[in-house]
């Protein structure tokens, strides 16, 4: 682990330095990420959060990180789909993002152990990453990029966020449950007259082939013997346990039995050994009918596609039921209460007080405008793929229900960072282009940005 200099030493010898690169003379200060990183209210931000991320330490130890240099790697890592280590290493060769994290010099050293992300991430939770999404909002306000006035009308629309897990079957989740159960009684000391090391996986590929071969009833036939092995290792530890090992081994054995119990038509399944939270939730995909994973609902503005509200909805509840929950964390993100909500028939069935919900299930009082504003219902699609291909939102690789909630969060708040460069390359272009007579726009096609 690479030690990392005191930010206030660095601050102390900003002006005295003689011998190390500046990074505003290395770099382009009109690219679109310097320029978004002078509209952020940093400030601000680094005051919301500061009980999250002290500045000063509160015990014994290392200084903390710099609240800028975690909330920059953050931003970073969701907008350009990288993981904590591959963030850290792009960070240290890419001055752009040394400069957006709050660095003057160029720095030659790793930022922070991969690591040390996580745990700010834990220290951050929901309401500090939704801090981040606001400010990527209140960035766009200051640059003029959405009015007002575009807050008033949000498209909402749900989705499901994937979990890391492998595709659950039942000869699978059986052989990972006989394992882990032999792993913890081995860890007490418990003698097992069997651990079915030999026969258990080779139980779980017999099932698997004959899966393959459309062969069922044999299928079942070894799933009932991976059942029965299960069984007997649960009857063995409770006959040959103390009552404080059972207490220990409390959560490995219901884990155990829930999956040795449980049969297809069976609600409320757990589908993962590690990730318990995971749902199996359908959309009525024909390339996908099951996801497993946690629903999410974005909210986005209707004219400029910003996005302006993020949640992870666990229970798979109806989509219906969350318009509530989204208007309210929209108006607080965006010091705006929405005055129409635009959703899809999904929603239909329920209203919300001083609010119009939009949809085409209320064709007869439907006026023109309206269905001009209905068009604009379907901009939400590409935003979700965006999130799902290019901001890490297609699996979620962070662990249990608060990982899939920063998870999508993040993911939005990367996807509001790109999405005011690209709105910054299109407005200083278009500035450009209207300097520029006739003739020399041939000449300067390639010139995006003003020096």
Not at 105 to 124: A, E, N, V
Not at 243 to 260: H, I, M, Q, V, Y
Not at 372 to 397: D, F, G
Request: aromatic letters at 8%; a positive charge.
């Amino acid at each position: 682990m690479t030690h990392r200099r005191c930010p206030a030493e660095g601050h102390e010898n900003q002006e005295r330095d003689l011998f190390r690169a500046r990074l505003d003379e290395m770099i382009d200060m009109s690219h679109p990420l310097v320029r978004v990183s002078e509209a952020m209210p940093w400030e601000t931000l680094i005051e919301s959060v500061g009980e999250s991320l002290p500045l000063v330490p509160v015990g014994p130890g290392r200084r903390p990180l710099p609240a800028r240099l975690v909330l920059g790697l953050l931003y970073l890592k969701h907008a350009y789909d990288l993981s904590d280590e591959a963030v850290c290493a792009r960070w240290l060769e890419n001055p752009y993002y040394q400069y957006f994290c709050g660095e003057v010099f160029f720095q030659t050293q790793l930022p922070c152990d991969p690591s040390s992300l996580t745990r700010y991430r834990k220290r951050l939770g929901e309401a500090g990453v939704e801090e981040l999404l606001s400010q990527t909002i209140e960035a766009a306000k200051r640059l003029k990029a959405v009015r007002r006035s575009d807050l008033k009308r949000v498209v909402v629309d749900s989705t499901i966020q994937e979990k890391d897990v492998a595709f659950p079957t039942d000869s699978r989740l059986l052989e990972v449950a006989r394992q882990k159960v032999v792993e913890a009684a081995r860890h007490e000391g418990i003698p097992l007259r069997q651990s079915y090391a030999r026969v258990g996986p080779k139980r779980a590929i017999q099932a698997g082939r004959y899966a393959h071969a459309k062969q069922f009833k044999r299928m079942r036939k070894v799933l009932r013997k991976q059942r029965t092995t299960l069984g007997r290792l649960l009857r063995d530890i409770g006959r040959k346990a103390s009552l404080e090992a059972l207490e220990r081994l409390a959560p490995t054995l219901l884990k155990a039995e829930r999956l040795r119990s449980q049969t297809p038509k069976d609600k409320n399944k757990l589908y993962a050994w590690h990730a318990p939270e995971v749902e199996c939730i359908g959309k009525g995909k024909a390339r996908q009918p099951y996801e497993f994973g946690v629903k999410v609902g974005i909210a986005i503005t209707a004219k400029r596609g910003l996005i302006v509200g993020a949640r992870s909805f666990p229970g798979n509840p109806y989509d219906g039921d969350t318009l509530a929950e989204h208007w309210e964390q929209t108006g607080i993100l965006t010091g705006v209460e929405p005055e129409m909500l635009i959703v899809d028939l999904g929603y239909r069935g329920r209203e919300l007080d001083n609010t119009r919900v939009l949809h085409k299930g209320k064709r007869k009082s439907l006026t023109a405008s309206d269905w001009r504003w209905l068009k604009r219902r379907q901009s939400v699609e590409p935003t979700i793929a965006h999130l799902k291909s290019e901001h890490r939102m297609r699996r979620c690789h962070l662990k249990g229900q608060l990982g899939d909630a920063l998870n999508a969060v993040l993911a939005a708040a990367g996807y509001n960072l790109r999405w005011l460069m690209r709105w910054l390359l299109v407005f200083y272009g278009w500035i450009l282009a209207s300097l520029l007579g006739p003739d020399d726009r041939g000449d300067h096609e390639t010139l995006l940005l003003p020096a």
